[in-house]
T-cell receptor, first 112, second 114 residues
């Protein structure tokens, strides 16, 4: 079952902050975040594992609330290079490496 | 350079003409997977493979076949393509397919079936 991402799209000015949410109806073991530029392959951003941890990568960070089966991606002081489509991919808590189930994506447009 | 390669990158074909999209990785990864990407639907898994000779269906396997005879290669086969298989296809690999493993994506193959 696909996780639900929100918002579907967001337009920001350079320097503004954004939050992208990912919710699942099933128990999760991990959440993966990817960014995809138009016409290119998805590029890995970060993985969050069961345990409610938060991770950071320069001005991009994420949190994972396993009890709520939700993850959020935070982009602070956005740059033009942050534009793209962001996908969360989830791995169920049932175990078994059957791969990730991806959300439909959030389109992020950063304007100068 | 560690990478996942796909060929061809672009393909236009006609209904019913069998085709194969190749995927190869040079990272000695055990896990490989195929996704299709359609506007508004995100990435949907077609098939995956845990290791040589071990494959399993993903969410949208109908109309596709795969094989894993060698660790590095995971071709996607469309025996009788139809227009609803027009899509952007990505191959991906990871070390073991575990929850903490990063998936590396190939550059994509844009397929059009007329």
């Amino acid at each position: 079952q696909q996780p639900v991402q929100s918002p579907q799209a967001v337009i920001l000015r350079e320097g503004e902050d954004a939050v992208i949410n990912c919710s699942s109806s099933k128990a999760l073991y991990s959440v993966h975040w990817y960014r995809q530029k138009h016409g290119e392959a998805p590029v890995f951003l970060m993985i969050l594992l069961k345990g409610g941890e938060q991770k950071g990568h320069e001005k991009i960070s994420a949190s994972f609330n396993e009890k709520k089966q939700q993850s959020s991606l935070y982009l602070t002081a956005s740059q033009l290079s942050y534009s793209g489509t962001y996908f969360c991919g989830t791995e169920g808590a049932g175990g078994g490496a059957d791969g990730l189930t991806f959300g439909k994506g959030t389109h992020l447009i950063i304007q100068p | 350079e560690a990478q996942v390669t796909q060929n061809p990158r672009y393909l236009i074909t006609v209904t019913g003409k069998k085709l194969t999209v190749t995927c190869s990785q040079n990272m000695n990864h055990e896990y490989m997977s195929w996704y299709r990407q359609d506007p508004g639907l995100g990435l949907r898994q077609i098939y995956y493979s845990m290791n040589v000779e071990v494959t399993d269906k993903g969410d949208v396997p109908e109309g596709y076949k795969v094989s894993r005879k060698e660790k590095r290669n995971f071709p996607l086969i469309l025996e009788s393509p139809s227009p609803n298989q027009t899509s952007l296809y990505f191959c991906a690999s990871s070390y073991s397919g575990g929850a903490a493993d990063t998936q590396y994506f190939g550059p994509g193959t844009r397929l059009t079936v007329l």
